[in-house]
């Protein structure tokens, strides 16, 4: 039987880098662009974000919550120039884009699956590392239609949408008139168009999109939930809707991380996507939960998904020895602003924390790093001390030398 979607939103976030010592001139063509303006965070407006994040980490990530209505004016007031060089001194900078008043797309004009972007953003840290964050929404709520849309989108802007697979996708918004102008457009936003993006394979993000998605469905006997439990992990795994998965329900945790806390919903995590699936029999799943999980659960996801991105770069950095004392210092600073730092007193988003840190595996990640960095430090030590014993066995050597010298002299003067 067919599920019918109440309420869905997908968010397709594509982590990128900019290039050592371009941050600045990035965020000044950001800043250029008439459709791009900075988001301010303001404890009335957003004071279920503040409240949420522990004080280290909203500082981190929110700096601007710290501004004043007076401050704020003094930004918007200065030039570009000078708000880049302002903001490159924040430790992370949110921007809006402004849409047209309906952004509307169409995938496959034959299936006719039809999408509105309602909200674009941009997530950069001055570490260089930037997230992509367009939301969409689906006009026919069809799950199939969401499976079929996760799948598709996904790859937009990567290699495998050249594929035949792809060749019949049309993409058609206000925005965005075809499917071509959509991956231009991101080309140019991230800085790839400027050279300003930094086009290396970090991790598995470097094409596809991460997908962050949300579907309420009509599905009254969630008691019952073998019956929809292979949709459930197609839709987490982003899976197309005609996908045959055979599905074993002892193998679920070798699939995705779950968390089943709540009696009517569903939370899925993968390297590659996080999935809320609900059900509207619990009002809760959209209203309070939805917000939630399109709020302070979101840029959970993003403080992960950013420390992941941080340790890997690292990783490629060790293997360049010319990097390495650069690397130590990003290693150290790493360790000291974030690392370990407490996240939320929030039951629900201590949970979601505990797995996305399992799930990115950042405790491995960094135990390697700093094995890494031990097995380095010491090999330099060694080689320090080499050198210095080497220097003391020539200084020894010279000593000795010209004590024969002078030895000698003395017997000839005699």
Request: charged residues 30%; glycine residues 2%.
């Amino acid at each position: 039987m067919e599920l019918k979607v109440k309420y869905q939103y997908t968010y397709f976030i594509k982590p990128f880098l900019i290039k050592d010592g371009k941050y600045k001139e990035y965020l000044l063509n950001l800043l250029k662009n008439e459709k791009i303006s900075i988001k301010y965070f303001e404890k009335e407006r957003d004071l279920d974000l503040y409240s949420y994040f522990l004080p280290e980490i909203r500082e981190y990530v929110f700096p601007t919550f710290e501004y004043n209505r007076r401050k704020i004016d003094e930004i918007e007031k200065s030039n570009n120039t000078l708000k880049a060089n302002i903001l490159s001194e924040l430790s992370c900078t949110t921007f809006e884009y402004k849409l047209n008043p309906k952004a509307q797309g169409k995938i496959n004009e034959e299936e006719g699956i039809f999408f509105n972007i309602n909200n674009i953003e941009l997530i950069c840290f001055n570490t260089g590392i930037c997230f992509l964050l367009i939301k969409t929404d689906l006009e026919n709520k069809d799950f199939s239609n969401l499976l079929d849309f996760n799948y598709k989108f996904k790859d937009i802007n990567s290699e495998f949408s050249k594929l035949k697979e792809y060749s019949n996708i049309k993409i058609q918004t206000d925005a965005f008139s075809n499917m071509k102008d959509l991956p231009e457009f991101i080309n140019d936003i991230i800085g790839v168009n400027s050279k300003c993006s930094e086009l290396k394979d970090i991790d598995m993000y470097n094409r596809r999109f991460f997908v962050y998605t949300y579907a309420c469905v009509e599905q009254d006997n969630w008691e019952n939930f073998n019956d929809i439990e292979s949709d459930f992990i197609k839709y987490t795994n982003i899976l197309p809707n005609n996908n045959t998965l055979a599905f074993n329900p002892e193998k679920l945790d070798k699939l995705v991380e779950t968390v089943e806390q709540f009696k009517n919903a569903r939370f899925g995590f993968t390297k590659q996507s996080a999935t809320f699936l609900a059900s509207s029999i619990d009002i809760n799943n959209y209203t309070k939960l939805l917000f939630k999980y399109d709020n302070e659960l979101l840029y959970t996801l993003i403080f992960g998904l950013y420390q992941r991105i941080y340790l890997k770069k690292l990783e490629m950095d060790l293997k360049s020895k010319k990097n390495i004392k650069s690397a130590q210092s990003k290693f150290t600073k790493f360790t000291k602003e974030i690392w370990k730092k407490e996240l939320t007193n929030s039951v629900t988003g201590s949970a979601f924390w505990s797995k996305w840190k399992k799930v990115f595996e950042l405790e491995e990640i960094y135990n390697s790093i700093k094995n890494k960095y031990d097995v380095i430090y010491k090999e330099s030590s060694i080689e320090k001390e080499n050198k210095v014993n080497k220097i003391v066995l020539i200084a020894l050597i010279i000593s000795l030398l010209l004590n024969i010298i002078n030895l000698f002299m003395l017997m000839r003067i005699r």
